[in-house]
């Protein structure tokens, strides 16, 4: 589960006469795999450096890219082991990369940051001719036929300080994307996490397990609030802005089965907004789809009674259970039950 825009990979170029040598050590000293070519098929989560070994030559399409786990300040250490080093014209940092999860059509989100930053399309060759590491390097992620990820063919260097380009692309990041989408395929909606015995640290994996492996939405910021309940006591909430292709509704349909555990035991409260506004668990009971799958009408009845509405949600919520199992794999079904034991263990402490 990536951001939307996120630190990407430091870049490092490296020129040798003999580069079958060179390589066949990088691949011995650190935790790396080859590229076809640079950004094909990348882990951006896992990935730290990227190395690009040019022959002496200096012919582009000898270049060799190894994409390593390990941070570039360990591999630089390492490349000044007499070893390798006498294998090695020289050692150059390139500019920082930005990455950017392009989810939809990436052109015209490409043509709107052009029109307002200042900075000019670049290529692969483009930034190994450089002689310094000044600017910034903005890639786009796309996804490939096997489920992996490669950069976007189109790439954009930017004359700008990399902090201050950061802290703006992550402000404007959902306006950019929205170009990327027809406006009514997608919605920018609010998580609050609430728990009693504040074990967000586990709560917070077990819900980004469930929306990584049922493709719930993406991440787009997150941050801590407190809030007044009910009874005037200030509470801490967790608060995750996702963006989503499901329809809300059927979003909160997910969250109240999420907010149950398998053996039917409620462990977290997950409220969703969308536009400001709170989305319950009675706007499912007026959805006349809904009402219809779990009273078997679609007819409205108002309630006379409080116990009435009760037997109503409870009805919903083994409705929403049901729903969750049914849409979520099995490999993610295993990794929430090991979260689940891990949240009883903290409530028994």
Same mark, same amino acid.
């Given at each position: 589960?990536?951001?939307?825009?996120?630190?990407?990979?430091?870049?490092?170029?490296?020129?040798?006469?003999?580069?079958?040598?060179?390589?066949?050590?990088?691949?011995?000293?650190?935790?790396?795999?080859?590229?076809?070519?640079?950004?094909?098929?990348?882990?951006?989560?896992?990935?730290?450096?990227?190395?690009?070994?040019?022959?002496?030559?200096?012919?582009?399409?000898?270049?060799?890219?190894?994409?390593?786990?390990?941070?570039?300040?360990?591999?630089?250490?390492?490349?000044?082991?007499?070893?390798?080093?006498?294998?090695?014209?020289?050692?150059?940092?390139?500019?920082?990369?930005?990455?950017?999860?392009?989810?939809?059509?990436?052109?015209?989100?490409?043509?709107?940051?052009?029109?307002?930053?200042?900075?000019?399309?670049?290529?692969?060759?483009?930034?190994?001719?450089?002689?310094?590491?000044?600017?910034?390097?903005?890639?786009?992620?796309?996804?490939?036929?096997?489920?992996?990820?490669?950069?976007?063919?189109?790439?954009?260097?930017?004359?700008?300080?990399?902090?201050?380009?950061?802290?703006?692309?992550?402000?404007?990041?959902?306006?950019?994307?929205?170009?990327?989408?027809?406006?009514?395929?997608?919605?920018?909606?609010?998580?609050?996490?609430?728990?009693?015995?504040?074990?967000?640290?586990?709560?917070?994996?077990?819900?980004?397990?469930?929306?990584?492996? /049922?493709?719930?939405?993406?991440?787009?910021?997150?941050?801590?609030?407190?809030?007044?309940?009910?009874?005037?006591?200030?509470?801490?909430?967790?608060?995750?802005?996702?963006?989503?292709?499901?329809?809300?509704?059927?979003?909160?349909?997910?969250?109240?089965?999420?907010?149950?555990?398998?053996?039917?035991?409620?462990?977290?409260?997950?409220?969703?907004?969308?536009?400001?506004?709170?989305?319950?668990?009675?706007?499912?009971?007026?959805?006349?789809?809904?009402?219809?799958?779990?009273?078997?009408?679609?007819?409205?009845?108002?309630?006379?009674?409080?116990?009435?509405?009760?037997?109503?949600?409870?009805?919903?919520?083994?409705?929403?259970?049901?729903?969750?199992?049914?849409? /979520?794999?099995?490999?993610?079904?295993?990794?929430?039950?090991?979260?689940?034991?891990?949240?009883?263990?903290?409530?028994?402490?």
């Amino acid at each position: 589960m990536l951001n939307l825009v996120a630190t990407g990979p430091r870049m490092i170029a490296i020129r040798s006469g003999q580069q079958d040598i060179v390589e066949e050590k990088l691949m011995e000293l650190f935790t790396c795999s080859k590229m076809a070519e640079l950004g094909h098929g990348i882990d951006t989560a896992r990935v730290h450096c990227l190395i690009c070994l040019l022959d002496e030559s200096g012919t582009e399409g000898k270049t060799r890219f190894l994409a390593i786990q390990e941070s570039i300040e360990y591999v630089l250490c390492h490349l000044m082991k007499a070893e390798i080093q006498q294998h090695i014209s020289f050692v150059r940092a390139l500019p920082q990369i930005i990455v950017f999860n392009s989810l939809g059509d990436t052109k015209p989100m490409v043509e709107k940051i052009k029109a307002e930053l200042q900075c000019e399309s670049t290529s692969t060759s483009d930034i190994l001719r450089r002689e310094n590491n000044e600017g910034v390097i903005v890639t786009f992620l796309t996804s490939e036929a096997d489920g992996k990820r490669k950069f976007h063919e189109e790439m954009l260097f930017v004359k700008q300080d990399y902090a201050q380009l950061m802290s703006y692309l992550r402000i404007h990041a959902p306006r950019y994307l929205a170009k990327a989408f027809a406006p009514d395929v997608w919605h920018m909606v609010d998580l609050r996490i609430f728990d009693h015995y504040e074990a967000y640290e586990v709560q917070y994996k077990r819900i980004v397990e469930a929306i990584k492996g /049922m493709k719930l939405g993406y991440i787009v910021t997150e941050t801590w609030n407190r809030e007044v309940s009910m009874f005037a006591e200030p509470v801490g909430t967790y608060h995750i802005r996702l963006l989503t292709f499901l329809e809300p509704l059927e979003l909160k349909k997910m969250l109240i089965g999420l907010e149950y555990s398998s053996g039917g035991s409620r462990i977290v409260y997950l409220d969703l907004y969308w536009h400001g506004k709170k989305i319950s668990w009675k706007h499912l009971l007026d959805d006349r789809e809904t009402r219809k799958k779990i009273k078997k009408t679609a007819d409205f009845f108002p309630k006379s009674n409080f116990f009435a509405v009760q037997n109503d949600k409870d009805e919903l919520i083994k409705y929403c259970a049901q729903e969750l199992k049914a849409a /979520m794999p099995e490999d993610t079904k295993e990794k929430m039950q090991e979260y689940e034991k891990a949240i009883y263990n903290t409530q028994q402490m």
